[in-house]
């Protein structure tokens, strides 16, 4: 019980001081607005080349938008510490840092998950993508796991962050990569085939899939497998997160590294 | 002359400033080939092949517009941060003749997502560099890259007036992709974006270049491009100018 108020309390705490620069304009502007222009280039492209419906583009966009705020969310929560000054002061704690680290990956997964549905839901307006109702608890599922996974991704690339001075070239790198590896853009048919295995391993990849069953209407038996995959993926995130986070603890003690940026 | 020479070697040392930047370097090596192979496999799976050149002209020019509105957008902010904003203030020279050489570099930075785009399309996807007008294509983005820098100058001046300039920055990227048909033909957008289109320099930039690149009448889109970011030039001075003032007579210069 108190792991899990350690994660819940400390993670918005957490979430408040990194974010506590933005204003409603900076939020409504990158997250929900820049996103959404992503999903109507990428559905115009789609419409225009005709690669695949309405639909695909839609559905897969609006799950792969969470991918900004939890992937960049994911990595500011082990990198801006270190950057702040702070990280000593977390390592220090006498409770369990992958409690801590993971209560912070919960806030950026709501927000990533806030930001994808607010894109489904306006694009699908927009554009006229009719989708069935009884479809919304399982395309909410499919997203929240796509934001939790995005979250441990992103929290992966963070403390990568304790040992290469500058993640966040690897983080910007890594989201335009998410665009062209997880099949959202291009149906996973026409990659290639290493393109398609690496996809296989990165976050929303098996929760578009999952989504777009559910938006076709196919049930949630049919998601199901998909689903499972992306809490899979999400989960080999975490422990990967909590492995490097470890190591690179471990070693930035003995190398006396800690704050050296 | 001593205006060019400013212009030009201004825009050497902040070309030269940028390529310093192990983050800015990264990214601008990185990205545009993402969108490059992105774009080429999407237009494969279209059964386009025969207009994959086209594909990664237009991927380049989207690195172009991508490296001018961040980094003129955040020019003046930068040089803030940098603690050199009020030494260029101080220069014996009118603001826009000083800040226009950091937006033509952004401009000349992102030219390279163009040549990285094609030397991928070309080795990677054997992708023939036959352009219809070849020696039109070279003038077309050398002076494509000069008026988005002009544009770059308008950001720069109508961002530094915004408090939440960065969001705006961020959210401007897509649309002007999209609506410049850098990608996506205009004529497949709903029938309102085309006014917005019109006025936007970008447009006619990614016009010019995709006729050169397929055939086309390249110059009057391109004195097109010229002439509005001519405007923006001007515009953009005229905001430059009201901004030192303002920000010299409330002493706020150095203030984020």
């Known amino acids: 019980m108190k792991t899990l108020r350690l994660m819940t309390v400390g993670g918005a705490i957490a979430y408040r001081a990194l974010f506590n620069w933005t204003t409603p304009g900076m939020f409504v502007g990158t997250l929900l607005v820049g996103p959404l222009f992503q999903l109507l280039f990428f559905a115009y492209l789609g419409r225009q080349l005709q690669v695949a419906d309405d639909r695909f583009y839609i559905v897969g966009n609006a799950v792969l938008t969470a991918s900004l705020a939890c992937v960049f969310g994911g990595t500011m929560a082990v990198a801006n510490e270190r950057r702040f000054g702070t990280l000593g002061h977390v390592l220090l704690s006498p409770r369990s840092r992958t409690a801590i680290f993971w209560g912070r990956v919960i806030p950026y997964a709501g927000n990533g998950l806030l930001i994808a549905v607010v894109t489904l839901a306006v694009g699908a307006l927009l554009l006229g993508l009719r989708i069935p109702l009884g479809a919304l608890p399982g395309l909410f599922l499919a997203m929240a796991a796509g934001s939790l996974a995005c979250g441990f991704f992103g929290l992966t690339l963070g403390a990568l962050g304790l040992r290469f001075r500058d993640v966040w070239v690897v983080s910007n790198v890594s989201v335009a990569l998410l665009l062209l590896l997880t099949g959202v853009n291009v149906p996973a048919a026409n990659l290639p085939g290493w393109m398609v295995t690496v996809g296989h391993f990165l976050p929303i990849t098996h929760a578009a899939e999952a989504a777009r069953r559910l938006a076709a209407g196919d049930g949630m038996a049919a998601a199901a497998p998909a689903l499972g995959q992306e809490l899979l993926v999400g989960a080999g995130y975490a422990v990967a997160a909590v492995a490097l986070l470890k190591i690179f603890e471990v070693e930035s003690r003995r190398r006396a590294s800690l704050d050296a940026l | ?256």
């Open chain 2, 1 to 256: 002359m001593n205006v060019l020479r400013l212009l030009v070697v201004g825009t050497l040392l902040h070309a030269k400033q940028i390529s310093r930047s192990p983050f800015e370097v990264a990214i601008a090596l990185v990205v545009p080939v993402v969108q490059a192979t992105l774009a080429v496999h999407l237009f494969r799976a279209g059964g386009e092949q025969h207009r994959l050149l086209e594909a990664a002209v237009g991927a380049g020019v989207m690195g172009v517009w991508s490296s001018v509105l961040f980094g003129s957008g955040g020019a003046i902010q930068n040089q803030r941060w940098q603690g050199t904003l009020e030494m260029i203030m101080l220069a014996p020279r009118r603001p826009v003749l000083v800040i226009l050489p950091i937006t033509i570099a952004t401009g000349v930075t992102g030219i390279y997502a163009l040549l990285a785009t094609l030397l991928w399309g070309r080795f990677l996807y054997g992708i023939r560099l036959d352009f219809a007008h070849p020696a039109a294509f070279v003038v077309a983005a050398v002076v494509c890259v000069i008026a988005l820098g002009m544009f770059g100058l308008l950001l720069a001046a109508t961002f530094v007036l915004m408090r939440n300039a960065n969001a705006l920055a961020n959210t401007l990227e897509y649309p002007v992709w999209l609506v410049s048909g850098m990608l996506v033909p205009i004529t497949v957008l709903p029938s309102w974006t085309g006014p917005l289109a019109a006025v936007l320099p970008t447009t006619w930039g990614a016009r010019a270049l995709r006729e050169a690149t397929s055939g086309g009448p390249v110059w009057p889109s391109l004195t097109i491009c010229l002439g509005i970011s001519l405007l923006c030039l001007a515009l953009g001075g005229f905001a430059l100018t009201y901004v030192e003032r303002r920000a010299r007579a409330a002493a706020t210069l150095a203030l984020a």
